[in-house]
């Protein structure tokens, strides 16, 4: 089973911008696609973004033009810029790839 860790996550203030990282352990990694939720504190679990084997990517309505994800197949890493943060990006964001899900990483949005 692939393991999936996040990290980047902290404390930023609205306008601010941050970089999470995905760092996925095994092989084959450049031929499947990746994917980021969030989850805010009472909420259900929401899709942002998606990044495919070739590098396409797909955003959700409420990060589209702010966040930008990019990958990084030699190291097994995907990226998740992003920037002009609002406080309702509040959230712990997680990556999914091969059915496997990382433990999340909490972005605080606060001023």
């Known amino acids: 089973q692939v393991q999936l860790v996040e990290s980047g996550g902290g404390l930023v203030q609205p306008g601010g911008s941050l970089r999470l990282s995905c760092a996925a352990s095994?092989?084959?990694?450049?031929?499947?696609?990746m994917a980021w939720y969030r989850q805010a504190p009472g909420k259900q679990r929401e899709y942002i973004a998606t990044i495919t084997s070739g590098g396409n990517t797909n955003y959700a309505d409420s990060v589209k033009g702010r966040f930008t994800l990019s990958r990084d197949n030699a190291k097994n890493t995907v990226y998740l810029q992003m920037k002009s943060l609002k406080l309702e990006d509040t959230a712990v964001y997680y990556c999914t790839h091969r059915g496997s899900w990382g433990q999340g990483t909490q972005v605080i949005v606060s001023s």
């Open positions: 095994g092989s084959s990694f450049s031929i499947y696609g």
